[in-house]
């Protein structure tokens, strides 16, 4: 398939989608949030990937947020359909099967901070900034930003970066959980894929299934939640990789898992 404002690569079972309008910093328009939509659809069926790397064109913006040119033209009706679209298009990076690292190596602000956070992990270039700076343009975060933000790094904290609307460095952004790990930017793609490569050495499908408990058991109360762990432990018994890590590790030999 063909994108006009992403960059799709699959190779060794790492799909690495770039986002690709490095001459407006990455912003988001509609255009490329159909296409982040089509790109993540694909992926979700795609029994050859194991981890998603995700990240921006250029070696300054990992995505500056919202289009802002276009987003000035939306009539109240296109900003919310614009809105609910987009929320869509991270609930399905949040929910896709596989893992998916965000991979960031530059300005990751507004719009951009949020599919940030829709990621399961991230890795940050030192020259990276956070920041969710709407507040300033008269209007507020749309994508989640009031709301994934306080559950990652805290209600004051959240406060202070949504009502004051100002960058942090990537090392802040590490200090306070907003990012996993924080690298330098020529090291960055090697990191990310150093990463993929340790998950997709272990078993697919106990690395699906441990995240679709971590991210719906966080929609829960932990009595309901664990109730969930328990079901999906269970579950992972029924499968030969269960069998096969278990086995290999009785027999002290790398296991081969099959996904099955
Ligand atoms: N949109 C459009 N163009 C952008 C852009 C953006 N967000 N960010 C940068 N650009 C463009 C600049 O206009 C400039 O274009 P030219 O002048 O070259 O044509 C080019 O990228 C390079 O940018 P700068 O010249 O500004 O570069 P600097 O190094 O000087 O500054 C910067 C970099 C990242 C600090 C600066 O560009 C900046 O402040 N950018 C805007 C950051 C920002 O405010 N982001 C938040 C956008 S609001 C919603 C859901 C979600 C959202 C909204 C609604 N619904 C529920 C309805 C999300 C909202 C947002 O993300």
Redesign the pocket.
Same mark, same amino acid.
Request: net charge negative.
């Given at each position: 398939m063909e994108y006009a404002n992403l960059l799709v690569s699959f190779s060794e079972g790492i799909a690495t989608v770039t986002i690709n309008r490095p001459? =407006? !910093?990455n &912003? +988001?328009n509609p255009a490329t949030m159909r296409e982040l939509s089509a790109v993540f659809e694909d992926i979700a069926s795609r029994k050859d990937v194991g981890v998603v790397l995700l990240t921006g064109a250029g070696e300054? &913006?990992f995505v #500056? /947020? &919202?289009?802002? =040119?276009?987003?000035r033209k939306?009539t109240t009706l296109e #900003?919310?359909e614009? $809105? +609910?679209f /987009?929320?869509g298009v991270l609930e399905r990076i949040e929910r896709l099967p596989q893992p998916v690292i965000g991979v960031v190596n530059g %300005?990751a !602000?507004? @719009? @951009?901070c949020?599919l940030a956070m829709a990621c399961d992990i991230l890795i940050a270039a030192d020259t990276a900034?956070f /920041?969710? *700076?709407?507040v300033? !343009?008269g209007?507020i *975060? $749309? %994508?989640g $930003?009031t709301q994934r933000l306080p559950r990652l790094v805290g209600r004051n904290l959240a406060k202070e970066l949504v009502l004051i609307g100002e960058?942090i460095t990537a090392q802040r952004a590490y200090e306070i959980g907003l990012v996993n790990r924080v690298v330098p930017l020529a090291g960055l793609m090697d990191a990310a894929r150093e990463m993929a490569a340790k998950i997709l050495s272990k078993g697919p499908i106990a690395v699906r299934t441990a995240k679709m408990a971590m991210n719906r058991g966080l929609d829960l109360d932990l009595s309901n939640a664990c109730a969930l762990e328990a079901n999906v432990f269970a579950v992972g018994f029924s499968t030969d990789d269960r069998v096969e890590g278990m086995t290999a590790f009785l027999e002290k030999r790398k296991p081969v898992f099959t996904g099955k």
């Open positions: 001459k =407006s !910093l &912003a +988001l300054k &913006a #500056a /947020g &919202a289009d802002i =040119s276009e987003m939306f #900003a919310f614009f $809105g +609910l /987009g929320q %300005y !602000l507004g @719009g @951009g949020e900034k /920041g969710q *700076p709407e300033g !343009l209007i *975060p $749309g %994508y $930003g960058m």
